[in-house]
């Protein structure tokens, strides 16, 4: 089963591209928020892509119901092919991409909190509490401003975590955060409107703090919770990754198989 | 990132940069005149020819660049300054504040080497903020409180520059970098002062770091209550950025 349209070919961003035209033009947009005058326009900006994007989710969704019309709409499944496309393309393919990733982290600290792992006191549960209420605001932002250019929901596969492990759970956490960041360290540059810039990085130093928290719990009192395996002791940079990287690394935690390509600009 | 770095930045969202730089220079003379300046040894600031040549762009990368560089200067010296003091910070405080001194001096000199001659000088410091904190050295306490302060507005103003970085992609991207790196520092310190990590409502202190992090108007959206989540989660999710002028206002009294 797939939920790929008809030519089986991609369900990707060019296609938003091409049903409307988004403005391409960074520059004239980051110059025009700036000031308090632009403030203004740059929401009208940011409404006019929500826009674009929602009438353009709603041709494709015809789409999917004129190939199969047994696909679940808003869940994907097993075996279901999700391609971002050229993730650069368009800012909707990079936020669909954050919106897959904060899925992913979501539903593990959903996991975590249904059943914690054996030994779990109370400071640690805290944490893991905030954190996850975090990833679901998170989650829930970015579906709510792709709206029905949102891609499925997806379904996890934790199947390597034992949640009942502490080491496995603190590990894994550690893991994904730093995977989280690294993501968005990597995207950033790819992203056209200065509002969702700045909401990406809204985001990304928050799961910077919840690396480093995890990582205390971990590995306490050292130096791990920016640890030379996650900042390059020479330059003091924090890991970036490519869409193509990163996408590599979580893939085997979901069901679907998400694809998506590098972006150019 | 370098020199001739910012200069490929500017040659792809202006394919015309050597031809606005000839009314200057030559091209050859200017190039020559980049591998002096990369060289440390520029006759003329960087930053100011390359402004006559190339006027808004290049001098937006000179600023946030001198502006993040004024930030780490005034980190890697408290730091550098406290290690080398009598301030007692037992062993997990001398693992942290190690680590975290190693970063920040490397941010200092990535910063230097990608300004070249346009880099401004470090100013000299006085950490007690005019004797707002005049322990600052000699007790633990006093000293974190100060570096949570210095770390959490880090944050802010990284995240308050990135926009105008976005037609120099390669400059965000090091942006980014350093900008994480500042929030891991931040959490580890609110940590060792028994504080979240993350920073819920406005509450910290000094009032000025924290003003505005109790937003939860995100993206045009509010997220107070999005998906069950109550203000105190929903605003820690969410890192506000500060203006400039905010985070100046903020560091100036740390300067002599």
């Not at chain 1, 308090?36 to 940011?46: D, I, Y």
């Not at chain 2, 190693?102 to 990535?110: D, I, S, Y």
């Amino acid at each position: 089963m797939s939920i790929l349209p008809m030519n089986g070919g991609k369900l990707n961003f060019y296609f938003f591209g091409s049903m409307e035209k988004l403005p391409k033009d960074t520059t004239d947009i980051s110059q025009l928020l700036t000031g308090k005058e632009s403030a203004a326009l740059g929401r009208r900006v940011f409404l006019r892509y929500l826009g674009a994007t929602a009438a353009a989710g709603v041709a494709l969704s015809a789409c999917h119901n004129e190939i199969d019309d047994t696909v679940a709409r808003g869940a994907g499944r097993a075996g279901d092919v999700i391609d971002l496309g050229d993730i650069g393309y368009s800012d909707v393919g990079v936020l669909n991409y954050a919106y897959a990733l904060e899925q992913l982290e979501a539903a593990f600290y959903t996991q975590v909190m249904m059943t914690p792992y054996s030994g779990i006191n109370g400071y640690e549960l805290a944490q893991l509490r905030d954190i996850r209420d975090h990833e679901i605001s998170h989650r829930e932002l970015f579906k709510a401003a792709l709206g029905s250019a949102a891609i499925p929901g997806l379904t996890p596969n934790f199947s390597s975590i034992n949640f009942g492990s502490r080491a496995s759970v603190l590990g894994t956490a550690r893991v994904f955060e730093a995977i989280g960041v690294s993501a968005y360290n990597g995207a950033g540059n790819l992203i056209k409107n200065g509002d969702y810039l700045l909401l990406a990085g809204k985001i990304v130093s928050v799961e910077a703090r919840h690396t480093a928290i995890i990582s205390e719990m971990l590995n306490p009192m050292t130096s791990s919770f920016a640890g030379n395996d996650i900042v390059a002791p020479s330059t003091g940079l924090g890991e970036a990754r490519t869409p193509e990287e990163v996408l590599t690394l979580v893939r085997p935690f979901v069901q679907e198989t998400i694809n998506g390509k590098n972006a150019r600009r | 990132m370098n020199l001739q770095n910012i200069l490929s930045e500017i040659e792809k969202v202006d394919a015309d940069v050597y031809e606005r730089i000839d009314h200057v220079s030559r091209r050859h003379v200017f190039h020559n005149f980049l591998k002096k300046a990369a060289a440390g040894i520029a006759p003329v600031a960087f930053g100011a020819v390359l402004n006559k040549a190339y006027g808004q762009g290049m001098a937006t990368v000179v600023d946030v660049l001198n502006f993040a560089l004024t930030l780490e200067y005034l980190e890697a010296e408290f730091y550098n300054r406290a290690l080398s003091s009598s301030l007692v910070m037992g062993n997990e405080g001398q693992m942290t504040f190690q680590q975290i001194a190693l970063h920040e001096n490397a941010h200092v000199a990535l910063l230097r080497s990608a300004l070249g001659g346009a880099a401004i000088s470090k100013p000299n410091f006085d950490f007690t903020a005019k004797g707002s904190f005049p322990d600052v050295f000699s007790n633990y306490r006093t000293f974190l409180a100060v570096s949570q302060a210095l770390e959490d507005t880090g944050v802010r103003a990284y995240k308050g520059q990135a926009g105008r970085l976005i037609p120099f992609p390669d400059v965000l991207k090091t942006a980014l970098q350093i900008h994480s790196v500042e929030a891991l520092h931040a959490a580890k310190v609110r940590y060792l002062n028994g504080n979240k990590g993350w920073i819920t409502g406005n509450t910290g202190f000094p009032g000025a770091v924290y003003a505005g992090e109790d937003n939860t108007s995100q993206g045009g959206a509010s997220v107070n209550g999005l998906g069950g989540i109550g203000f105190g989660p929903a605003s820690e999710a969410y890192d506000e950025p500060l203006s400039k002028e905010a985070v100046l206002a903020i560091a100036t009294p740390f300067l002599a």
